[in-house]
């Protein structure tokens, strides 16, 4: 079992940054991917960016590539997200999600992911 903790969400202007960070409550050596979804009001759960913990690989959403950054630290059993040239549509309470096995080529899908931190609510003002 492994609890995730998110932290950095808040409320920022359009074109402003924020740093999602996701705690692990142990370590992290028996889990491959971690990664972070998000849910805006009315609409289904999508996923934004995750890493394979041990090879480092990276994957984002179209919307974000360029902006996001998805970051691993081991040594802290941590994932970080740093979200810069943030815009309105970003606004949304953001999960951290990890498992034990390689996602699913593709699409992030959420079934793939058996742990979940609470949220974290990201608001960028217009």
């Known amino acids: 079992q492994v609890r995730l903790m998110e932290s950095g969400g808040g409320l920022v202007q359009s074109g402003g940054s924020l740093n999602l960070s996701c705690a692990a409550s142990?370590?992290?050596?028996?889990?491959?991917?971690m990664g972070w979804f998000r849910q805006a009001p009315g609409k289904e759960r999508e996923g934004v960016a995750y890493i394979l913990l041990m090879a480092g690989n990276r994957y984002y959403t179209d919307s974000v590539k360029g902006r996001f950054t998805i970051v691993k630290d081991r040594a802290k059993n941590t994932v970080s997200l740093q979200m810069n040239s943030l815009k309105p549509e970003d606004t949304a309470v953001y999960y951290c999600a990890a498992d034990f096995f390689r996602p699913s080529p593709g699409d992030m899908l959420a079934k793939d992911y058996e742990f979940w931190g609470q949220g974290t609510q990201v608001t960028v003002a217009s």
């Open positions: 142990r370590d992290t050596l028996d889990l491959t991917a």
